[in-house]
């Protein structure tokens, strides 16, 4: 049975930082991302990381500011998150795929076959 869970969502000011995790199991893949939906907006791609090489890529609006990384061995994945703003205050998802992806479909969500439960960052003024 494939399970993505996410962790490490709360409350934090703007300007801060924060970590999140997310543990894969049940299957390898090709891609996992993360994707944010805030109040009353559509769900929109955060990053992403190739399995293998380790290839990374990021929404103009994170870039320099969020860092995706994996851990194989641990079959995990980070999004840390820094310079935080409000925002950034959303439900933050992890997704995985297994297809093929090339530098027109990484950020598409129909592309991804798992999902994570979410979990919450709120970032205060």
């Known amino acids: 049975q494939v399970q993505l869970v996410e962790s490490g969502g709360g409350l934090v000011q703007a300007g801060g930082s924060r970590k999140l995790s997310c543990a894969t199991s049940?299957?390898?893949?090709?891609?996992i991302g993360w994707f944010r939906q805030a109040p009353g907006k559509e769900r929109q791609f955060v990053a992403a990381?190739?399995?293998?090489?380790?290839?990374?890529y990021y929404a103009d609006s994170v870039k320099g500011r969020f860092t995706i990384s994996r851990d194989n061995a641990n079959n995990t994945v980070y999004l840390e998150m820094n310079s935080l703003n409000p925002e950034d205050t959303a439900v933050y998802y992890c997704?995985?795929?297994?297809?093929?992806?090339?530098?027109?479909?990484?950020?598409?969500?129909?592309?991804?076959?798992?999902w994570g439960q979410g979990t919450q960052v709120t970032v205060s003024a």
């Open positions: 990381i190739r399995q293998l090489g380790g290839v990374t």
């Open positions: 997704a995985a795929g297994t297809t093929y992806y090339t530098i027109t479909n990484y950020a598409q969500q129909n592309r991804y076959d798992y």
């Open positions: 049940g299957r390898t893949f090709t891609m």
